[in-house]
């Protein structure tokens, strides 16, 4: 970078200095995954320079030869990664690809049916904060007291509500979706059928997670989480989602361009098709299979220390822990492990006590430690790290006789942490493991 170093000095420091934090921190958060070189670089190509308003070959600019080759491969990898007849590789990322999806098919104040965000939903599938749930009617679906999607309560809801789309997706939500009881309830009430496979899409296309192609009528995904590609997003329609409407890849055209957005990111194309390509690959299938051995194995041990995990245990590549026995804010676990190096995100949690601005839950996976050759053996030893890093700080909010009203207090919960005398002795141990296992 140094072009970068001559122009702006400020902008290059900070840039090197989050370089560094990555190097020397585990990667721990579900929805962040570390790209390769390959799609770094295509990502600061010389594509940023051009705009293609417009799909390939119907552009409304000149100069677009190269950038539709670009596009229709992308589009085509897409196609025969997940098995769909229809994919569009323009939307800018997840949120405004599920938005182009409802315009295209719902007006303002019909109904949604999607995943509670205190059940492990997103907030782009109705939430009360959110567009989705302003613009449209949202009816959302729970998990049960297991930490399990109640189908029987989804049916119930959606009979009687008649939503116009109902969403099959997680955030936060660690087991396996159940794609064929959801095209059941969906085709009872005439309802769209959309998979938002954002977290899941790595794991279905190396064979390691259900895929929803035979079930959903589309299919969103994210690109940047076990994918391993740039902040993006495509949307797919399938077979099943034709055949329920002979225009819906019209419909989705028109809502992307010129519905909702402007010119496409070119670089994020490119980025996208070489991370497509590198998915078809057998080492990113062991890659994936490495990920769900870490977070099974991840999920055993956090239980061992007692930790209470919501559903008890995962089937993916994320692990939910519910901290209410621990008697600890996720926040303050969450500042606590980011101190060490092990960055996680507190994460609300289904009939939390808390506000969700200060759940009793931490969220954490595992695509980007095993990216960096993180396997069995090291897990083991990370988990062990969580539950020193946790128990210390616990037992200093006691010593402190700190409550958990008082916890919500930012500078409160820095007492705690400055207080815990064993956090730096853990920061040197990760730091050791992080050389061991660099970015590569």
């Known amino acids: 970078m140094n072009n970068l170093k001559k122009t702006d000095k400020e902008v290059y420091n900070l840039i090197k200095k989050e370089e560094e934090r990555q190097k020397n921190t585990l990667m721990m958060i579900p929805s962040e995954n570390i790209a390769s070189k390959a799609v770094l670089e295509a990502l600061g190509s010389c594509l940023t320079n051009k705009y293609a308003e417009g799909y390939p070959g119907k552009r409304y600019y000149q100069g677009n030869v190269f950038v539709d080759q670009i596009e229709n491969l992308a589009v085509e990898r897409a196609k025969k990664l997940f098995g769909v007849p229809y994919a569009n590789v323009q939307p800018y990322s997840g949120s405004p690809a599920n938005l182009a ?6 007006k303002p104040g019909e109904k949604i049916m999607g995943l509670s965000l205190s059940s492990g939903g997103h907030l782009t599938h109705g939430a009360p904060a959110s567009f989705t749930g302003k613009l449209f009617q949202s009816v959302p679906y729970h998990v049960n007291q297991k930490g399990l999607i109640d189908y029987e309560e989804l049916k119930k809801i959606a009979l009687k509500e008649k ?14 979706l159940n794609w064929k009881k959801f095209a059941e309830i969906a085709q009872q009430v ?5 998979a938002d496979i954002s977290h899941l899409a790595g794991l279905i296309v190396a064979g390691c997670y259900p895929s929803p192609k035979n079930y959903a009528d589309i299919i969103m ?12 997003a495509i949307i797919m329609v399938t077979n099943k989602g034709i055949k329920k409407d002979k225009d819906l890849t019209n ?11 402007g010119g496409p990111h070119l670089n994020n194309i490119a980025a996208i098709a070489v991370c497509l390509k590198e998915a078809q690959t057998l080492k990113f299938k062991k890659y994936i299979q490495q990920v769900m051995k870490n977070a099974k194995i991840l999920a055993e ?26 008697n600890i804010l996720g926040n303050t ?13 507190r994460n609300a949690i289904f009939n939390d006590p ?13 695509p980007g430690i095993t990216t960096r050759g993180i396997k069995e053996k090291e897990i083991k030893l990370i988990a062990k790290w969580i539950n020193e890093t946790i128990e210390d700080v616990q037992n200093t909010k006691e010593k402190l006789q700190i409550s958990l009203e008082q916890e919500k207090d930012k500078q409160v919960r820095k007492q705690i942490i400055n207080s815990t005398t064993s956090l730096k002795k853990i920061n040197k141990e990760v730091k050791k493991l992080c050389q061991k296992f660099p970015i590569r």
């Open 101 to 106: 999806i409802y315009l295209a098919l719902m």
């Open 163 to 176: 939503p116009k789309i109902i969403i099959a997706g997680i955030t936060a939500y660690s087991r396996i």
């Open 190 to 194: 005439d309802a769209y059928l959309v």
């Open 221 to 232: 995904t994210t690109t940047h989480k076990t994918l391993r590609g740039p902040r993006g």
């Open 251 to 261: 419909k989705i055209q028109k809502a992307v361009f010129p519905g909702l957005q």
């Open 301 to 326: 041990e956090l239980k061992k220390y007692h930790f209470n995990l919501i559903s008890g245990g995962t089937d993916s590549h994320l692990v939910l822990v519910d901290l209410r026995n621990k």
């Open 333 to 345: 676990a969450a500042e606590a492990l980011e101190e060490v190096g092990i960055i996680v995100n």
């Open 354 to 366: 808390n506000p969700p601005f200060y759940p009793s839950g931490l969220r954490m996976g595992t």
